[in-house]
């Protein structure tokens, strides 16, 4: 297992499909097409994550234990966020806050 | 009705694009059987949308077509680790038409192309290509041992026929995706 220092190098910055998985698996425990519903309706249709880019996100992120596979329900896997996952996330929204407050003119201190 | 055609490892976009006029000669894609032969049912003609995808392992393909499917796309009998997909065109909108939304994730099909097919098979042809060299060597210098040459020229030959456009098409679709 990779130590969360290089899994934080090798995911930064996050892609945008992954940026929106992990956002929505921390609201909920949840399996890939509810979670491109999600994303589609809360951008106003501007993100799909249509299967193949869904598939490789996921898989490539259960990999790295950023989340993890709970349960199968209906042939649908739920996956869950893992701790090493949550911190990249946040790392991330950091980083957001940053470009965007910068976006707006802000100095940041 | 059976069809003879062949695509390198690389190809799947002139493949689909194939398949999709197929369809709208009114020739629906049943299964294939690897490197040429493809079983089409006759029907009208259909607006059809075909996408392949590539996943190694078993387990992942099952799972993968479980996800496809709850999209709307149609999982067909595939081979040698690439899965096939069908919608009509008609159910489609604009943005779920293709299986990809980024240029990271159609990079990465490729890739896994190439580390679990295209670079194998480079490797071995190193060695067909150096044994056509040394059975050549050997037919100069007058030893008789034409079958051996001979084979070695028709495996280069199938081996070159298969990796040239295998390469130019992974070139092809790297530049445009950027890499």
């Known amino acids: ?109 | 009705m059976i069809r003879m055609r062949f695509f390198t490892i690389t190809e799947f976009e002139k493949e689909e694009k194939w398949l999709e006029d197929m369809a709208k000669k009114g020739y629906i894609y049943k299964k294939s059987i690897p490197p040429f032969f493809y079983f089409f049912k006759k029907s009208k003609p259909v607006d059809l949308v075909y996408r392949f995808d590539y996943l190694e392992n078993k387990a992942d393909q099952k799972s993968a077509e479980d996800l496809y499917e709850e999209y709307g796309w149609k999982a067909l009998p595939s081979m040698n680790g690439f899965l096939l997909f069908s919608k009509p065109k008609a159910e489609c909108t604009e943005d779920d038409m293709e299986i990809f939304s980024d240029r990271e994730s159609q990079l990465e099909m490729l890739q896994r192309i190439e580390k679990s097919r295209l670079i194998p098979i480079t490797i071995c042809s190193v060695i067909v290509f150096a044994n056509l060299i040394y059975q050549t060597v050997q037919l100069i210098r007058g030893h008789d041992n034409l079958d051996n040459f001979l084979i070695a020229i028709l495996c280069s030959i199938v081996l070159a026929a298969v990796l040239k456009p295998a390469w130019k098409s992974a070139i092809e679709l790297k530049k445009r995706l950027g890499a």
């Not at chain 1, 929106?20 to 994550?49: F, P, R």
């Open chain 1, 1 to 109: 297992m990779k130590t969360s220092q290089t899994l934080q190098e090798k995911y930064a910055p996050l892609s945008e499909p992954m940026f929106y998985i992990l956002l929505m698996l921390e609201e909920q425990d949840d399996h890939g097409y509810s979670i491109s519903q999600k994303v589609k309706e809360l951008t106003g249709n501007q993100v799909t994550l249509p299967p193949g880019t869904m598939y490789g996100a996921l898989s490539k992120m259960e990999t790295d234990h950023l989340i993890r596979q709970i349960r199968i329900d209906n042939k649908r896997k739920i996956y869950t966020l893992e701790p090493i996952g949550k911190e990249i996330l946040q790392q991330e929204k950091e980083r957001i806050e940053r470009l965007y407050r910068n976006c707006k003119g802000e100095k940041l201190s």
